[in-house]
């Protein structure tokens, strides 16, 4: 299985602590509910229902309140109760947002149900993640869900399995660690240690963001020696509420989380002109993502400040970067005439052995909808600027396959193969089909 290929993140810090609690209920006589998930990126991506209208939600350990993004088929069905009109500040490079904050919403999750949850509904139609994940995300959520009930996510599986609390039996586990979790405006952190060459463990607060599709964000920080050490390229983190966020890539020695160290991780970090609102903790020091997370399978007790890691067959796979400098989004669909596989024939058996096709094969075409793949940023000094190309060209074939019949991670995933691989790549450059060769090459070496 491929790796994560892009970074998608969302800070909400502007969404805190303006609801009164509501709650998540099962059924009466139902303590726990199984929910598949697609895991996309590192991300999860869940069914919820707002008010009656099916939506995909990402599960975020690290927002503290729902948001829809009301760009999708949300914008024209979803209700909107209790409206009022404010400004949001996320993290980017961008201006505050308009955005509506609702009460006394109904949300169903799997079973379990909330009759009066707030939300928040962002307008802007280019605060459109779906190209960067390859399908529509209409909302995100994240403290409201997990605080009613312990939440058991099994990475190997693919579903989440809830439970009320008080009937959660935390099993012995010799291969397991239970972690201590603190929580800032409702957002959970966990003490870790990072190995950064230098021949110590430094302690470092980490946000616990299973919405990041990234392994490890730290903050540089002279004093306490958080710095970069290796090798290191400037790149696109990727999209906040308000922006583009960039810095640097390199890698770390280890990061330590209870008796699990997880050796040589990925890690960015975040040019600090871009991301202030992120230290509206001041003890924070970074990010945990989804690629770290996605190797334990986790169980969240909010309600005790407590995490169960246990290291599933994702624990040792390798860490590793795009290596063609290319970076590429799902930018449409286009209609396709096919040959369908049906075909029209008649057929008689007239005796034994013998066999009668009356009638013509006719061809049977069929319209279905392909995606469209379309490089929306070509990295400076890359292999792909060196090869000569161009943002805006699409992607049409990669290694003598059509992208076409291929999902985005599917796409993405050549470009993380190893150093040295050759890629045969056609593109559609304004209509003119140009044909290129790219040699990949690791950005630190």
Not at 230 to 254: E, T
Request: some cysteine.
């Amino acid at each position: 299985m491929h790796r994560s290929k892009i970074i998608f993140f969302l800070i909400f810090t502007a969404f805190q602590g303006l609801y009164s609690q509501s709650i998540y209920m099962l059924p009466e006589g139902k303590t726990s509910d199984k929910i598949r998930f697609e895991l996309i990126n590192n991300v999860m991506l869940i069914p919820v229902e707002v008010n009656g209208l099916e939506l995909t939600f990402l599960l975020d350990t690290g927002v503290s309140k729902p948001i829809v993004f009301n760009f999708l088929k949300a914008a024209d069905s979803l209700k909107i109760l209790n409206a009022e009109k404010i400004q949001v500040r996320g993290l980017g490079d961008g201006s505050d947002l308009d955005a509506l904050r609702s009460s006394h919403n109904t949300f169903k999750i799997g079973e379990a149900v909330n009759s009066d949850q707030a939300f928040y509904a962002v307008f802007d139609p280019e605060l459109n993640f779906a190209p960067k994940i390859g399908k529509p995300v209409d909302g995100i959520i994240g403290y409201d869900f997990f605080k009613d009930f312990t939440v058991e996510i099994n990475y190997n599986r693919k579903f989440i399995r809830v439970e009320k609390t008080s009937d959660y039996n935390f099993k012995t586990c010799n291969r397991c660690q239970v972690l201590d979790l603190n929580f800032e405006y409702n957002r959970p952190y966990v003490l870790s240690y990072v190995d950064i060459g230098k021949k110590k463990k430094i302690p470092v607060n980490l946000l616990v963001d299973s919405g990041s599709s990234d392994a490890l964000w730290l903050f540089e920080d002279e004093e306490n020696d958080i710095k970069i050490t290796q090798k290191s390229f400037f790149d696109y983190l990727g999209a906040g509420l308000s922006g583009s966020v960039h810095g640097k890539r390199s890698k770390i020695k280890k990061l330590a989380l209870g008796k699990f160290d997880v050796e040589s991780p990925k890690v960015a970090f975040p040019d600090t002109l871009a991301i202030a609102a992120m230290k509206s903790y001041e003890d924070r020091n970074g990010s945990i993502g989804g690629e770290i997370l996605k190797r334990f399978n986790c169980v969240f007790d909010y309600s005790n400040s407590k995490l169960m890691l246990k290291p599933n067959s994702y624990f040792k796979e390798e860490f590793s970067y795009n290596k063609s400098g290319i970076l590429v989004e799902n930018s449409g669909v286009r209609m396709v005439m096919e040959l369908s596989a049906n075909q029209n024939s008649a057929v008689s058996f007239s005796g034994r052995n013998s066999v009668n096709i009356n009638g013509v094969i006719k061809p049977n075409y069929k319209y279905n909808l392909k995606p469209v793949y379309t490089i929306y940023q070509v990295l400076p000094n890359s292999p792909a600027e060196k090869a000569g190309f161009l943002k805006r060209d699409e992607i049409t074939f990669i290694n003598n396959r059509s992208t076409q019949d291929m999902t985005l991670e599917k796409l993405i995933g050549y470009f993380y193969e190893d150093s040295g691989e050759e890629l045969k790549i056609i593109v559609n450059r304004n209509g003119i089909v140009r044909k290129f060769r790219l040699i990949l090459k690791s950005p630190i070496e």
